[in-house]
């Protein structure tokens, strides 16, 4: 099925996400900068990323939540985005944790303000894969003849060499 919100014909919800998968990994990132050498600068830095990766990802949900709705129901692919979409709030809420902790402690974050950056982040790649499985495995959002219970991309079937794949026509 294709992207029931798009700009100039292409789907809205996987350009937007580049925004939050980009600024909140930086954002561990400048935490473990700012561990190593203590300097302020890099806390600041990953506070404003922070910010930003959550208006971003609540912005990208509007339009994942547009998408999700049109997945026909009772498919592998609206499992797999129901999924997607709850385990991304879930990320959300642990880094807008980590800012309101951060926010209590100006000068360096606390242990409870990194673990919830931390998990964060570890949960962002589980629902990112989850994401890509659904735009690359099942072809939820680009193609109108989606196989919306396409098998997992970590199946037997998806591990054959390309080569084997093109020979036999496909899957």
């Not at 949960?123 to 959002?141: F, N, P, Q, S």
Request: aromatic share 8%.
């Amino acid at each position: 099925m294709e992207s029931r919100a798009k700009i100039l014909g292409h789907p809205v919800h996987p350009m937007l996400i580049n925004f939050p998968l980009g600024l909140l990994p930086t954002a561990v990132a400048f935490d473990i900068v700012h561990l190593s050498t203590q300097n302020p600068r890099w806390n600041d830095l990953a506070f404003w990323m922070i910010v930003a990766g959550v208006i971003g990802a609540l912005f990208a949900a509007v339009f994942g939540l547009v998408d999700w709705l049109a997945i026909p129901a009772r498919t592998r692919a609206k499992r797999i985005g129901a999924v997607h979409g709850l385990g991304n709030l879930v990320v959300v809420a642990l880094f807008a944790a980590s800012l309101y902790l951060r926010y209590q402690t100006a000068e360096t974050p606390s242990t409870a303000a990194l673990v919830c950056s931390f998990v964060g982040l570890g949960l962002a790649l589980i629902t990112a894969w989850l994401g890509g499985e659904l735009v690359d495995r099942l072809g939820i959002g680009v193609d109108d003849g989606a196989n919306v219970n396409a098998p997992s991309s970590l199946g037997r079937a998806s591990m054959r060499p390309a080569h084997e794949t093109f020979r036999t026509g496909g899957m």
